[in-house]
């Protein structure tokens, strides 16, 4: 079992994970595209399907938002935290896929071991998961700055509390992108455990809930950086 290793290479002398790179710029680039053709000619009455897809979509993503950040102010993140909660599933799910088929085919991608690739997800990237925390974190800097300027930087005087605030800085984005990495290589692993046991009918009940847990996982990841938003404009203010 070679879950959880990547199809390394080389790009501008640096090694990196290539499987990583196609399937991130691809989860992207599809979002992109999708999200440009769905949003063409938008109705206010007799909305048909594709519309009440994003619709719901939008619901949600403003009910996260708008939950945990100021209102006047939630709306601003909608995109960031819309695109990571779809970035994220799409990356969760893009694991489960059949790619163990692939070994049939003589041109079928091979690992530095000489084992075949069987497939994993963006997800089950460190590098992915950590890069997603740290714009998450980014992002609750920022806010704080732009809300509670020279006040809330003094919030990380590390002569006082300030070291708390410090520690915090590490914490979350390490907890984010862990629990991220680990649930996603774990539910590879159960998948490909199980389709080596038994048979097809098991199998299809552990990709279900897998799927499910995708979205489990894309969504404790998007409603943890709206919190920390939320903090930071809490912190902010009361500091101001």
Do not use: C
């Not at 993140?77 to 695109?83: K, N, T």
């Not at 002569?159 to 410090?166: A, P, R, Y």
Request: proline share 4%; hydrophobic share 50%.
């Amino acid at each position: 079992m070679s879950l959880g290793v990547h199809i390394t290479g080389e790009v501008l002398g640096q090694k990196v994970h290539l499987d990583t790179l196609v399937y991130s710029w691809g989860i992207m680039g599809a979002l992109l595209i999708s999200t440009f053709l769905m949003t063409r000619n938008l109705k206010v009455e007799g909305s048909g399907p594709r519309q009440t897809i994003l619709e719901t979509i939008w619901g949600l993503i403003d009910g996260l938002t708008s939950a945990q950040i100021p209102a006047n102010k939630s709306k601003n993140y909608i995109p960031l935290i819309g695109g990571m909660f779809i970035f994220i599933l799409f990356a969760y799910w893009m694991g489960l896929m059949p790619w163990k088929v692939g070994e049939a085919f003589s041109w079928w991608p091979a690992l530095d071991d000489g084992h075949a690739w069987e497939g994993s997800s963006p997800a089950a990237d460190i590098n992915v998961t950590a890069g997603i925390a740290l714009i998450s974190v980014l992002t609750y800097l920022g806010t704080g700055i732009k809300v509670g300027g020279f006040k809330y930087i003094k919030m990380y005087n590390p002569f006082g509390l300030g070291i708390i605030e410090w520690l915090d800085l590490f914490v979350r984005p390490l907890t984010l992108s862990l629990r991220l990495f680990a649930n996603t290589l774990a539910g590879e692993i159960l998948v490909t455990s199980i389709l080596g046991l038994v048979a097809l009918f098991i199998p299809a009940f552990a990709v279900a809930f897998e799927l499910f847990v995708g979205v489990i996982q894309a969504l404790v990841f998007s409603l943890l950086t709206t919190v920390y938003i939320g903090t930071a404009y809490a912190h902010a203010e009361h500091e101001h």
